[in-house]
């Protein structure tokens, strides 16, 4: 149906949420109010009821079910509906937040965009019709997660992009957040060997015969770690209500419990996954009639990804697959090689896509509930070139048709521009963990002409010849890999510094954009650096340059754990990054 919502910055429509509607709602009708004036000039007022006007635009279920629609039944946290009756508009969904993603959804067919929290793409229309029809939209993903800074520091942004999950830091009003308690490998948080070994060291994993203390996990058949688990549980769930997953989850290194009853179980299963479902399932059942909103979620990551044979997760259960060991050059359940790293230290515990993906599959069998820790940076190099924007799309569209339920992308969550594309990589992601299907290279082609201006294609080319450069010879890239790595050659260094460096002077009266321009080339001078400086020559004005380059662009650090002050100073003295 066509309607005209506005005529030379005029409009007969008024905006109508419930008086008694969450605040989500109410906070959903601003933002109608604030974008539908800024499209056209008109001035889209709202109340808590319809009055004298003739049209409206109702907001939320109250709104909607007041003005005469027949509501959609069974819309859950997040279905969003659109709807029209006469000339009405009906943007209403299911709550905490259906309701904020049907108006951000319908601002998202009139052409608007977030790319990041500065820079925007709103159409100006002040003759604005529309064609608007019955809309019923269920995101895939229940839980849509990502850690680049752009989305935690700005909850706002965060909403706007329809991300959920818990590194953000999105109000009540804005429809709340899925917040873990905490976010993960939590074994020392829950029990921590200072307070409990000395007495107790049958808590704790048994390692070739002795009980550890340093880089322990937890006896998982041990009762009293059962007792004294859930207690801890408790206690976070008192000082924080509004939790709603709860992660009991392994420690980040090995050493799994091998005493003979844990290892009766997981020789029983298969794998040592056996003793970590075992034992959350008895968490969940114990904790469930007192918090039956909340869900316990573990990994399935290095030793325990291998899924168990003859047991199954419970429903209140939550299981995170991680993907660490892939390749990241070629989409998942497509790839039959391994990341250089890993295949120079293969063990049982370590796999292939391949496996990876077998792995995805047999989860998904025996879970109801299976979210994936996924990873989009290299994180020994932040700065350096990781051509991944190709395989976004296939993998998320993977992973979903897989069964998997919600999603977390592990990025460079340290650096804003200048630490290789982060801005282009945090909206491509938002966009996929929404709509897995949507027309992504239209979604990237919009991002870059709106950020770079009349440099988009050469970033755009750029994009095309790092992917080339792996795609193309077959490599293998994971997410540790050095700045030698076999796509960084001298000649395909030297092409993309042409490519970034030609539009400079057409950005010259756009000085915004060529400070962006001039932030993309930043990871080309980090591998150029890592390249010539040795530690048997060090060239210190080379280095200092850089991190004086990186400073400027926002860049906090070059890879996971160290600052950037420690890793020039590291360079300085040694010649090399230490990384890890």
Known sequence: MKLLLAKGGRTGYHIVVGKDAPDADKFAARELANFLFEITGAAFTFSFERGSAEKIIAVGQAAAAEAGFALEADLGLETLVHDTNGGDVALYGGQPRGTLYAVYDFLDGLGCRWFT???????????????????????????????????????????????????????????????????????????????????????????????????????LTNPDVHKIVCGEIRKWLTEDPTLTIISVSQNDWSNPCECPECKKVDELTGSNAGTMIMFLNKVAETLEPEYPHVVFDTLAYSYTRKTPKGIKPRHNVCVRLCSIECCYSHPYGQCDGMPDIFAREVTDNVHSDQSFASDLREWAKICDRLYIWDYVTNFANYCMPFPNFHVLADNIKFLTANSVRGIFEQGNSTSGGGADLNELRCYMISRLLWDPHCDIEAEKKMFLEEFYGEAASAVSEYIDLMREAVVADGVHMGIYEPPEFHHLTDAALTRAEEILSAPEEELMRDMTR?????????PL????????????AIDRELIEVFFELAKTAGISRVSEIRTLEYSKNHLLEKGTLYTF
């Open 117 to 219: 929290p500065t820079v925007s793409r709103i159409p100006r229309l002040p003759d604005l019709e529309i064609f608007v029809q019955k809309k019923r939209f269920t995101p895939v993903l229940e839980y849509r997660d990502h850690n680049y800074h752009f989305m935690r520091e700005d909850p706002v942004f965060a909403a706007r992009n329809k991300i959920n999950g818990a590194m953000t830091r999105l109000m009540p009003e804005m429809g709340g957040r899925i917040k873990y308690g905490p976010f993960v490998h939590t074994f020392e948080k829950l029990m921590s060997p200072k307070d409990y070994f000395e007495e107790h060291p049958e808590y704790f994993s048994m390692v070739k015969g002795e009980r550890i203390s340093e880089k322990t996990q937890l006896c």
């Open 514 to 522: 060529l400070v962006r321009l001039k932030r993309a080339q930043l």
């Open 525 to 536: 001078k980090f591998v150029r650096m890592r390249h010539k400086v040795k530690p048997e």
